[in-house]
């Protein structure tokens, strides 16, 4: 398979831990990256590799995975962490690119 | 720091070709693949197709018969081009960087993106 799966929504109480999960067949060769878009944003990467955070991402951001699902864990979860995520990889063929039908996250 | 520049016509009518170009500035061309992504009104991302320093390129299955990326690495820049298009088009176009490292297991990321280009499909 080609696809990689997120489930639509999850919501966190502020403060909390919230992971996000997502599954697909080229996770078991591949890392997932991780990306966060807020509304009228371009997405941004969050997490890559197997938990590497670019430059200015927080701390309260890191990844994991196992077999074929790879996680977004967000450890004390902000306000301002409300967004859309998307996991990303290449496909199964090792050719083309796939991304994740993205989680809508809600802080309450 | 990298930075990617996009531009191309934001209005078309069904049939006609979509164009955009993304210009990298601030770092190397090579090394990386470059990549356009769109997202339609509400909807997730998808892949649409990328390109290397080289001119080697990736699409989409379901858009290759229509897609063309080419590279002009003397102007560091990179274009997309949509044939054939329709309302089924519309979206936010993305161009981004991404590298792929290899090893035990390995690594793809996209680490730069453009801030969009909205392109609307209609009569």
């Known amino acids: 398979s080609s696809e990689l799966t997120q489930d639509p929504a999850v919501s966190v109480a502020l403060g909390q831990t919230v992971r996000i999960t997502c599954q697909g067949d080229s996770l078991r060769s591949y890392y997932a990256s991780w990306y966060q878009q807020k509304p009228g944003q371009a997405p941004v990467l969050v997490i890559y590799?197997?938990?590497n955070r670019p430059s200015g991402i927080p701390d309260r951001f890191s990844g994991s995975s196992s077999g074929n699902t790879a996680s977004l864990t967000i450890t004390g979860a902000q306000a301002e962490d409300e967004a859309d995520y998307y996991c990303?990889?290449?496909?199964?063929?090792?050719?083309?690119?796939?991304f994740g039908g993205g989680t809508k996250l809600t802080v309450l | 720091q990298v930075q990617l520049q996009q531009w191309g016509a934001g209005l078309l009518k069904p049939s006609e070709t979509l164009s955009l170009t993304c210009a990298v500035y601030g770092g190397s061309f090579s090394g990386y693949y470059w990549s356009w992504i769109r997202q339609p009104p509400g909807k997730g991302l998808e892949w649409i197709g990328e390109i290397n320093h080289s001119g080697s390129t990736n699409y989409n299955p379901s858009l290759k018969s229509r897609v063309t990326i080419s590279v002009d690495t003397s102007k560091n820049q990179f274009s997309l081009k949509l044939s054939s298009v329709t309302a089924a088009d519309t979206a936010v176009y993305y161009c981004?960087?991404?590298?792929?490292?290899?090893?035990?297991?390995?690594?793809?990321?996209?680490?730069?993106w453009g801030k969009g280009t909205t392109v609307t499909v209609s009569s």
């Open positions: 990303n990889s290449r496909d199964s063929s090792g050719n083309g690119v796939v």
């Open positions: 590799g197997k938990n």
């Open positions: 981004a960087r991404a590298r792929e490292l290899t090893g035990a297991r390995y690594y793809y990321y996209m680490d730069v």
